[in-house]
């Protein structure tokens, strides 16, 4: 049954103290209230938590919540506790006191949300609570774990799909960040949902500025990038362990408080580290791919890739860890082609020829997205299945510097079709190029095409610049590519560049150079429009120190968003403070006083 607490607009304001819906959440809010199975595809911090926090309080039951990660869960119910939700987690990392004081707020009602991993949620103790309780909505967080075809596949999610019989009368929600159409129907097809609304927000993070820049002596590049992000959190992930420990030493010989996280630390460092970082005490994290899942720090203002990520979906969830505040940030991308001959030859160590095509096509998007001239967000958001409309997103490095102007690459782009046909269109561009520079390997050898004319003649270009030169081709659409396999053929456009009937202009193929000491095209982000600095100084201050009394993260207490806009309005009174971003009912009561007492000392 349901029952309406009060209207969803009024709870936006008074629990969360949001003017207004995002796009989407209402829809899918309301999809949920009438007790449809629902998915919803929402980027990182679009705010996809608002659509089962929501119902859970219009909702007479239970709304149990399954979450991949303690630290995602326990995040969750601190933010929720702070606006005066009640919400409980259960999972390992509480005491048995602990654990048995929130197993009795449950079963008295007393409890709106329930946060679970799906491994506690099919202990017997567990489901024998969870039959005591009438279950309204069982919401799944990070849903592509669902699926194999995901990019972090949870077996234990596929069970979720059983307590569609234990609960006939809950609705089902499935969110995640990203999902490509087969991830998409693998959630649905897995969860059992009944004719499910599908609900897709576009994946355009709009305050995200993206750059990618020749990667020479990164460290240096590094501590010329974090200049312009004095005191404020970033995260910056690298390749290796090794190459994670060595970057800490040196941020931290330079002056900035770094810490390192990845597998090779023991749980507890890990644990201990990653509470220092969102709780503002520490604000750089060096990490591998291990670190990120289920971290909710809103005002993550940086994401440094000191070296290229295996694929455009890593990449995606990577630099979508910052700017979740909505507030703009900086994700940078130091490119190097040896970077993706690492990846390349992990790639090559697995056994399954299929994954292995699947991968090379994986890495060689993700090269043309570092190699673009084009504007990123096209080769991002359209490897996601979404048409990106403009041409100028005016947020990324191709978009705001100069472009560069096209050059006569028709003798090269000739000499490439020259080696496609005599290598007979049988091959990728890998095999072509080997031939074209004269490579002394056995797949050359062993096919005689070490005997072709155009054997050698393509040596003065390295491997990356023909690459380079097949991706602007195929951009242009002089030649084909089968996809199964990569095999590429020409086509009428390219027997017209081969006969001098049209040429071929492209951009200036990569060439290798040092970037001097000094030199700085970094672009400074702008983290807002114009506010007082020093006011904002001193109410980031108090909110740490309101924190760490309380054991929260500072974001807790209020965001960043909500820091400057008390900045912006330089309110008076307890109405006044009332209208600031992300001060509701609870926020006001709490820390009204505290922080109209600051702004007010600061007044001009």
């Known amino acids: 049954m349901r029952k309406m607490i009060s209207d969803k607009f009024v709870l936006l304001k008074s629990i969360f103290g949001y003017s207004s819906f995002r796009p989407l959440q209402e829809e899918c809010i309301e999809a949920v209230l009438n007790k449809q199975d629902t998915l919803?595809?929402?980027?990182?911090?679009?705010?996809?938590?608002?659509c089962y926090q929501i119902p859970a309080l219009m909702f007479d039951g239970l709304t149990v919540v399954i979450s991949p990660l303690i630290s995602l869960m326990k995040d969750q119910?601190?933010?929720?506790?702070?606006?005066?939700?009640?919400?409980?987690?259960?999972?390992?990392?509480?005491?048995w006191e602990e654990y048995q004081r929130n197993k009795e707020r449950v079963r008295s009602g007393c409890t709106k949300l329930l946060f679970l991993a799906p491994e506690t949620l099919f202990k017997s103790d567990m489901l024998a609570l969870l039959d005591e309780c009438y279950i309204d909505c069982i919401a799944i967080d990070e849903a592509h774990c669902i699926?194999?075809?995901?990019?972090?596949?949870?077996?234990e999610y596929r069970q979720i799909k059983s307590l569609r019989s234990r609960f006939p009368d809950a609705v089902y929600l499935a969110v995640t960040a990203t999902a490509t159409n087969r991830v998409q129907q693998d959630i649905c097809t897995n969860l059992g949902q009944k004719n499910p609304v599908k609900f897709q927000a576009s994946f355009n993070r709009e305050n995200l500025f993206y750059e990618v820049i020749e990667k020479h002596r990164a460290t240096d590049q590094v501590l010329d990038f974090l200049k312009k992000f004095e005191n404020q959190s970033g995260i910056i992930?690298?390749?290796?362990?090794?190459?994670?420990?060595?970057?800490?030493?040196?941020?931290?010989?330079?002056?900035?408080?770094?810490?390192?996280?990845h597998a090779g630390l023991s749980p507890e460092i890990r644990q201990k580290n990653q509470e220092l970082f969102i709780r503002d005490d520490v604000p750089i994290m060096v990490a591998t791919i291990a670190f990120g899942m289920g971290i909710n720090k809103p005002n993550v203002r940086f994401v440094i890739h000191h070296d290229l990520p295996k694929n455009i979906e890593s990449y995606y969830q990577e630099t979508g860890r910052a700017g979740r505040d909505g507030l703009p940030a900086h994700c940078l991308l130091l490119f190097s082609p040896g970077d993706s001959g690492k990846i390349n030859y992990f790639i090559e160590q697995k056994t399954d020829e299929g994954q292995k095509r699947i991968a090379r096509a994986h890495l060689s998007a993700m090269v043309g997205f570092a190699e673009t001239h084009v504007c990123r967000r096209v080769p991002l958001i359209t490897y996601f299945g979404e048409n990106y409309p403009s041409h100028n997103c005016g947020m990324c490095d191709t978009c705001t510097n100069p472009k560069k102007s096209e050059v006569d690459l028709t003798k090269e782009a000739v000499l490439f079709f020259q080696g496609m046909s005599e290598t007979e269109e049988m091959f990728g561009a890998t095999h072509v190029i080997n031939v074209l520079r004269g490579s002394k390997g056995e797949k050359v050898f062993s096919y005689g095409h070490d005997a072709c004319?155009?054997?050698?003649?393509?040596?003065?270009?390295?491997?990356?610049?023909?690459?380079?030169?097949?991706?602007?081709?195929?951009?242009?659409?002089?030649?084909?590519?089968?996809?199964?396999?990569?095999?590429?053929?020409?086509?009428?456009?390219?027997?017209?560049i081969v006969s001098g009937h049209s040429f071929f202009y492209g951009y200036a193929l990569p060439v290798e150079k040092i970037k001097s000491k000094g030199e700085n095209r970094l672009r400074k982000t702008r983290v807002t429009g114009s506010y007082n600095s020093t006011l904002f100084d001193l109410l980031r201050i108090k909110r740490k120190e309101l924190a760490d009394k309380r054991g929260v993260p500072p974001y807790v207490i209020f965001s960043d968003k909500s820091l400057i806009d008390m900045c912006q309005?330089?309110?008076?009174?307890?109405?006044?403070?009332?209208?600031?971003?992300?001060?509701?009912?609870?926020?006001?009561?709490?820390?009204?006083?505290?922080?109209?007492?600051?702004?007010?000392?600061?007044?001009?």
């Open 40 to 50: 919803m595809i929402m980027p990182t911090g679009g705010g996809k938590s608002l």
């Open 77 to 95: 119910v601190s933010q929720l506790r702070a606006v005066g939700v009640e919400a409980e987690v259960l999972n390992s990392s509480l005491s």
């Open 147 to 155: 699926s194999e075809w995901g990019h972090d596949f949870r077996p």
């Open 237 to 261: 992930y690298c390749f290796s362990r090794k190459q994670v420990d060595a970057l800490t030493r040196d941020l931290n010989e330079f002056g900035y408080k770094a810490l390192a996280y």
């Open 453 to 496: 004319q155009c054997y050698a003649k393509g040596h003065a270009l390295s491997v990356r610049q023909w690459q380079n030169l097949v991706r602007q081709m195929l951009v242009q659409k002089v030649l084909e590519k089968e996809p199964k396999y990569g095999v590429l053929s020409l086509n009428a456009r390219s027997d017209d």
């Open 569 to 604: 309005r330089m309110p008076r009174t307890q109405n006044e403070f009332a209208e600031v971003f992300g001060v509701g009912d609870q926020k006001l009561k709490k820390f009204g006083d505290i922080f109209l007492e600051i702004i007010n000392i600061q007044r001009p």
